[in-house]
């Protein structure tokens, strides 16, 4: 059963959401404020949390911040707060997703288990499981990328985009099918998560050796990893 952090200062908000995602399978716990949460989710055992931005004291941003330097339990956010900054800004320091208030407890339910199923692991690691693409290695078993010398910490949806490119090296991959097998969603209008999380790992993967661009923007359709040059 995955056990689901639900953060939020409405407390009669947690107590429905507790109740739906219990009859869902899910085994819930709340905290009511930024800064019970981030303690909680840092000493205790979670599968993901559902995050308020606006809270009294430490705010949701402040909350993935400081987890994310050191867990990446997946993050989806929930929160009155529509603005597209305030959702770029959640998934550019590390958040996993994100709803809008009023949000259906089915639809939460829905997107809660896609986060896990991508970030459950994906079996045994093997030395044969490996995909390598000039100095950049990746194990999808184990869930690690080594660059170089170097293990970029990832989170959940970054590790599921990379695999995806990865395995079509070379190829365009469009925006829609980067969101079905790395977010296990559909890419819906005017979504730009896609956009956001390949921007996180450009800034963390850094340009190919040789200075040219890793990964690069098809214009109108998707995202392209680029073969290494040949030395």
Known sequence: MHRILLVDDDRELC????????????????????????????????????????????????????????????????????????????????????????????????????????????????????????????????RRVRLGREEPELTSAEFNLLHTLMKSAGQTVTKDTLCQEALGRRLSPYDRSVDIHISNLRRKLGPAPGGTQRIRTVRGTGYLLALPLPS
Request: glycine fraction near 10%; proline fraction near 5%; aromatic fraction near 6%.
């Open 15 to 142: 107590a429905m959401l507790g109740q739906y995602l219990a009859e869902e399978g899910f085994s819930c716990a709340a905290a009511h404020d930024g800064a019970t949460a981030l303690d909680r989710a840092m000493g205790e055992s979670f599968d993901a949390l559902v995050l308020d931005l606006m809270m009294p004291g430490l705010n949701g941003f402040e909350v993935v911040r400081r987890l994310r330097d050191s867990k990446d339990t997946p993050v989806v956010i929930l929160t009155a707060r529509g603005d597209d900054a305030d959702n770029i800004v959640g998934l550019e320091i590390g958040a996993d997703d994100y709803l809008t208030k009023p949000c259906n407890p089915q639809v939460l339910a829905a997107h809660l288990r896609a986060v896990l199923r991508r970030s459950a692991p994906a079996g045994e690691f093997t030395a044969g499981s490996q995909l390598t693409l000039g100095d950049l290695t990746l194990y999808p078993g184990a």
